[in-house]
């Protein structure tokens, strides 16, 4: 049997009597695009800090790419990467200078070379000399989707990786991940309220709201599921509980 | 991440000049004074005066190192980098062993000019305390470097609230350290606390060159031990406040 890059089970978290997450489990396949989609404090970016161990559950398992993040977050870490407009690069650092760091923090082989050559993927040759605090909102995203690539990870966590950008900046950048998917069988799990990018990109979709799971399946299954032409559409049931009306568990 | 402050301190010449800023005005405003005491007093006011232009250069060895460890911390925090650098496979002791390097290269490149211009201007020369001199210094960081992730605990515990410190503690600490007079200045019940302190050994034993020739091992034993059992409750402290931040996920939103 193939090993889950992500198996999630009973993940809770609390803040005094605040729940959070409540009990979500999930498994994300080798190779596969998942969206974790919700509204705002639906519980997504908890979710996403607790498998990248910098928030440490209040129950429940993390396993990532077969290490248990309670005790070898290390192992995985290495092999994985992350990137969030809300996580700022240091911003007097050249653009260059801040993807070396990286580098150097992931000991990636032929540093000068990866970064050239993601430079040119994501057009930000002309960025690479100017600090990363002078750039615009579009480029740092840019800049961070090339922080998050430049360990060639296993796994990639992006959270609402598009934001900010142009529609064809964001194009670009949707063309580059499922180019690199392709190349590398890496997984991602996507944080997005870009819907028509969820439909482009992901496999299968988690829809999360306070804090629980309450629907899943592949972006043509919640289509079909909710009788919608737009994954959009099927959000906005979710979010205004329509889907009891439509015999959908809510 | 020592080359990322490298980077930061290389296109940033304010940053440099503010590394030897206060060590060269604190032994210039010390040494007019010995230099005024001498002019006043004879050899024995220039013994005095000698002790105090000591003490000044060697306190720098801790308050520096202190701060360069709390900024190096802070440099993440006031970019909101955190987050970024503790999901990379970046150890937490990894993380400290390069904010203590950096610290190193902060305070090599700031109490340098401070130590010259003791020489060249008021005739001091802190070698000629001797070899013991490099202990006197080890000691000196360490007890910087311990009272630094006391900080930096205080800052994964309250945020950047506690960032003050980071450039405060330290000098409430001097009126206990013996840097400027010995420990029997200090009223009796102070001089526990005083003791406690690895500082406070080390001046006893500089003073302890500077007037007798002598070398007080004794006391030299003594700030070793003290730094040893401060370091290990410093880090236990540190360990668990880090700990702490990962259950509160202090780590994404500390800088904000």
């Known amino acids: ?250 | 991440m020592i080359y990322r402050h490298l980077a930061l301190y290389r296109r940033s010449w304010p940053r440099l000049a503010e590394l030897a800023y206060w060590p060269v005005l604190q032994t210039s405003i010390w040494g007019f004074t010995s230099t005024f005491l001498l002019a006043r007093g004879g050899s024995a006011a220039a013994a005095v005066g000698g002790m105090l232009l000591g003490g000044v250069l060697l306190w720098e060895f801790a308050l520096r190192s202190q701060m360069g460890v709390a900024v190096a911390f802070l440099e993440e925090l006031w970019s909101r980098n955190l987050g970024h650098v503790f999901v990379s496979p970046l150890r937490p002791w990894e993380l400290v062993a390069a904010m203590i390097s950096v610290s190193t290269l902060r305070l090599t490149i700031g109490v340098t000019p401070a130590i010259l211009l003791s020489y060249l201007l008021y005739a001091f020369n802190l070698f000629t305390l001797g070899p013991v001199l490099v202990l006197f210094v080890a000691n000196l960081m360490i007890m910087g470097w311990w009272v630094a992730l006391g900080v930096v605990s205080l800052i994964l515990r309250h945020g950047a609230g506690a960032e003050s410190l980071a450039w405060s503690v330290l000098f409430g600490l001097t009126p206990f350290s013996a840097v400027f007079y010995p420990v029997s200045a200090l009223p009796a019940w102070l001089r526990p606390v005083s003791l406690a302190l690895p500082s406070s050994h080390v001046f006893e034993g500089m003073r302890a060159v500077m007037q007798l020739g002598v070398i007080r091992w004794d006391h030299l034993a003594a700030a070793a031990a003290l730094n040893v059992v401060w370091m290990a409750a410093a880090t236990l402290v540190f360990a668990r406040q880090f700990r702490v931040a990962r259950e509160r996920g202090a780590l994404l939103v500390i800088g904000e």
């Open chain 1, 1 to 250: 049997m193939a090993m889950d890059a992500i198996r999630v089970a009973g993940l809770t978290k609390r803040y005094g009597e605040t729940l959070a997450v409540d009990g979500v489990a999930f498994a994300v396949p080798m190779g596969a695009t998942v969206g974790l989609l919700g509204g705002n404090g639906a519980g997504k970016t908890t979710t996403i800090a607790m498998l990248l161990g910098l928030l440490i559950p209040s129950a429940g398992s993390v396993h990532v790419l077969g290490h248990d993040m309670a005790r070898d977050r290390f192992a995985a870490l290495a092999r994985m990467n992350f990137s969030s407009p809300y996580v700022a690069l240091p911003h007097r650092l050249s653009v260059a200078e801040n993807l070396r760091v990286y580098g150097h923090l992931y000991n990636v082989p032929e540093l000068d070379g990866r970064i050239a050559a993601l430079a040119s993927e994501l057009e930000i040759e002309a960025l690479l000399d100017r600090p990363a605090g002078e750039l615009s909102a579009g480029q740092k995203t840019r800049v961070a989707l090339a922080k998050s690539l430049i360990n060639r990870p296993d796994l990639l966590l992006l959270d609402e990786p598009t934001a900010s950008l142009d529609p064809d900046s964001g194009d670009m950048m949707r063309s580059l991940l499922e180019r690199y998917r392709a190349e590398s069988g890496c997984t991602i799990l996507l944080a997005s309220h870009n819907m028509s990018e969820v439909e482009r990109l992901c496999t299968h979709v988690l829809m999360m709201k306070k804090g629980r799971i309450v629907d899943r399946g592949s972006p043509d299954e919640l289509l079909g599921r909710y009788g919608r032409e737009t994954l959009e559409d099927v959000f906005l049931d979710i979010a205004r509980n329509r889907g009891a009306s439509l015999g959908v568990p809510a």
